[in-house]
């Protein structure tokens, strides 16, 4: 049973449309997150959801929207996509416990806009 | 600004050789260290973390790190690589009773066989 899944893998698109990524944790944690990795790896959080709240929102534009049902799931819409949305996005959880913080990932959805 | 630097972008070793990835942070007060390792086509995985008490962390797969507070360094080691450590290493820092995990720009780690 895989932890923290995210679909799709991959999704390649033009400039311009929508599209969405989703993720879902079934190791009962309270907080997920959305990480983007860049070409050159670097990793950079964009969204923290505790509980279906959000309480980390980074400089992201608003084109980008998450998304929490419930707890077990942080989804990820893109709006307008532009060739520097191009990147793999990982959704990410923890337990809501500060002694702990450690983030357990997902495989990555890797975006490709053309 | 807080940050994780991780000096050393791209390490090109032989197997059997020792290894030091450097990682600094610039956080006051008290916080939590990790280091994640993200093989080729994988995701992130914790390699080790530091909270508190001995400040000699070890690790899976043979690696240990280092906490020295007073030069704010968190460097990880192993005596003897292997070929399947190839993989990008990953620092992290997280303050105290806080969510934002703040994390290095990566070392890409290449082992030859």
């Known amino acids: 049973d895989t932890a923290v899944s995210q679909t799709p893998k991959y999704l390649v698109t033009q400039m311009g449309n929508d599209k969405s990524i989703k993720c879902e944790q079934n190791l009962g944690h309270d907080t997920m997150y959305w990480y983007k990795q860049d070409s050159k790896k670097f990793l950079k959080i964009m969204f923290s959801?505790?509980?279906?709240?959000?309480?980390i929102n980074e400089t992201v534009p608003n084109r980008f929207s998450p998304k929490s049902p419930d707890k077990a799931h942080l989804n990820l819409h893109i709006n307008s996509l532009e060739l520097g949305d191009s990147a793999v996005y990982f959704c990410?959880?923890?337990?809501?416990?500060?002694?702990?913080?450690?983030?357990?990932f997902g495989e990555g959805s890797r975006l490709t806009v053309l | 600004a807080q940050s994780v630097s991780q000096h050393n972008h791209h390490v090109i070793l032989s197997e059997a050789a020792s290894l030091e990835l450097g990682c600094n942070y610039s956080?006051?007060?008290?916080?939590?260290l990790f280091w994640y390792v993200q093989y080729p086509g994988q995701h992130l995985q914790l390699l080790l973390k530091y909270f508190s008490g001995d400040p000699l962390v070890k690790g899976i797969k043979g690696f240990e790190a280092e906490f020295i507070k007073s030069k704010f360094s968190f460097n990880l080691r192993k005596p003897s690589v292997q070929w399947s450590d190839t993989a990008e290493y990953f620092c992290a820092v997280t303050k105290n009773r806080d969510d934002k995990i703040i994390f290095g720009k990566g070392t890409r780690l290449h082992i030859l066989p």
């Open positions: 959801y505790n509980n279906k709240e959000l309480i």
């Open positions: 956080y006051g007060g008290t916080v939590n």
């Open positions: 990410a959880s923890s337990i809501r416990d500060f002694d702990t913080g450690e983030l357990f």
